[in-house]
């Protein structure tokens, strides 16, 4: 109405000033009319509703958060060994060879500067929940005891303790049960046992030459009983008791890390680690008589039988080597849900991961060992990125007790040396293979009646057959077998179930050269890295891997430090590890890069 009424004023005043230019202004006009109201617009039509947004993903239930949290840090000079998680939830790990120099005392009054093992308490490792970082200790305090995210570290046994035995925690004792050959610092592997009613035994390995083994007696209260170290000599000793699992049956599966990678150097009079199982066996350690057989160690080692381990004193555990899972530096082994399947570490330089298939379940005493050949992923040398593909090649099949008695043919003196020579396993390999190896001209005959080679000199029979010898620094390797298990007999595969993992302390060296099947950038590859291995049901209906694939990776390193060359946010050289019920790693390390070495949690992004 107003717009109206001014453009009708404009218009009156345009027209009367047009016609009376030289003449006298007329009298005003009338004010003209309002215009008409004008008609209302029509209504817009109404917008269409937009489509509803895609619903979010749900949540992890409180796990969100770093796929990497540092969970407990070792006193200085010390690794953490033996991570072990008990029935009631409650984890063990052990110090190894922390510094003397050690001088801060925990909430017990404890010192932590000699072989210490021990649990985390007041916590359940299986139900963790959202567990918060805890910071990498800086003030010497800090640095001198262990430090935990969650529960309090428990001190159970000391290297030095006295034993009900009448010897001391960590004694390695000859053969002949009286004479104490050296005190060892370095405790390994834990597996807790039921003792049939509420409490635990407690196995400990004593990773020494000669190797060793202590069993305490623990309560429902984890109230401690020192019983003693075992006697190993029914089998002739053992060697670098290193890492190990419990058995689906209950018993402890010990690792013999043999550090020989040529038979041949065990006849060397000057070996002080040969002369040391001499001094063990009772012989005389100049060679002039009995010489140890190298064929007696070197495998994993069963602690009791069909789980009646818990029942029998610690004097008169039952102990049996089983040698068809192979003879090499073994780390760990790891039974799978069929019982029959055994995967198994091996340390060192220029490795090989080996499968052994056992004939029967829970029956380790025939089968068949396997060596794993590994094609890495084309054009991609980055650890984090480089996968494997795994083909197993079958070197051995045989029973134990054809195998132990080729063992005791090579009995012998320094001087005899008896071993399997090079151009034996050279003729072995090319019978099995029905291929002329050394270019001679025909293809060689098995020079045995049995197939010892494989079992007896097993890294070098699975490279001449083809396998893969170029692993570095293999670890720990494991499942968490209740998952494992609910995966294979409930098919219940939902990803936490069916992964195993592997550390890979170091991926440099025979992993990063320029030759072989495995070429990884060595940059950082002093860091190490966790594999991770997706289980599946291969065609002979049994558990099998077939890819090996990088799940987090250490680094970077900075070797002009002097501390702390790779990132303390980060993994440094992993060593055992152990699988939660939901499916979550705990890492320890084992390493110099690191001035306190740590116990990681692991959330998989895979799961």
Known sequence: MKRALLQLSIASILAAGLSACGGDDGDRGPAGADGAAGNPGS??????????????????????????????????????????????????????????????????????????????????????????????????????????????????????????????????????????????????????????????????????RPGGMSRIKLSSTYAVTQEGMLDFSSVKGTWVNCFGTLSPWGTPLTSEELYFDNTGDWFNAGNSQAKSIAEYRGFPTDGSGNWGNPYDYGYIVEIGTGGTVAATDVANVTINKLELMGRFSHENAVVMPDLRTVFLSDDGSGTVLFKFVADNPSDMSSGSLYAAKATQSAGVKDPAEAAFAIEWIKIATGNEATIEAAIASFNGTLAEAKQITAQQINDYAESKLNADLDTSGTVASNPFTDDRVGFLESRKAAAAMGATAEFNKMEGVNINFGLADNWWNAGSADGKQAYMYMAMSDTTSTMSDSSGAIQLDGTHGKCGAVYRMKLVKNSAGLVDIKTLSPAIVGGPYDGSRSTNRCNINNISNPDNLVVLDDGRVLIGEDTGNHQNNIIWLFEDPAL
């Open 43 to 208: 209504a817009g039509a109404p917008g269409s509703i937009g489509t509803p947004g895609a619903n979010g993903n749900d949540g992890k239930d409180g796990l969100e958060g770093a796929a990497l949290k540092r969970f407990a840090s070792a006193p200085l000079g010390a690794e953490f060994t033996g991570l072990f998680v008990n029935s009631d939830g409650v984890l063990f790990s052990n110090i190894q060879h922390p510094s003397g120099s050690n001088t801060t005392m925990d909430v017990d009054g404890k010192t932590i500067d000699k072989g210490t093992i021990g649990a985390f308490m007041n916590v359940d490792a299986n139900n963790l929940g959202n567990v918060a970082a805890m910071d990498f200790p800086i003030t010497t305090a800090d640095k001198e005891r262990v430090l935990s995210a969650a529960g309090t570290y428990m001190v159970l046994a000391q290297q030095g303790d006295d034993l009900a035995s009448g010897k001391q925690m960590g004694d390695i004792v000859a053969a002949d049960g009286s004479t104490v050959l050296k005190n060892s610092n370095d405790p390994d592997f834990n597996a807790a046992v039921s003792d049939g009613g509420t409490g635990y035994f407690l196995y400990s390995n004593w990773e020494d």
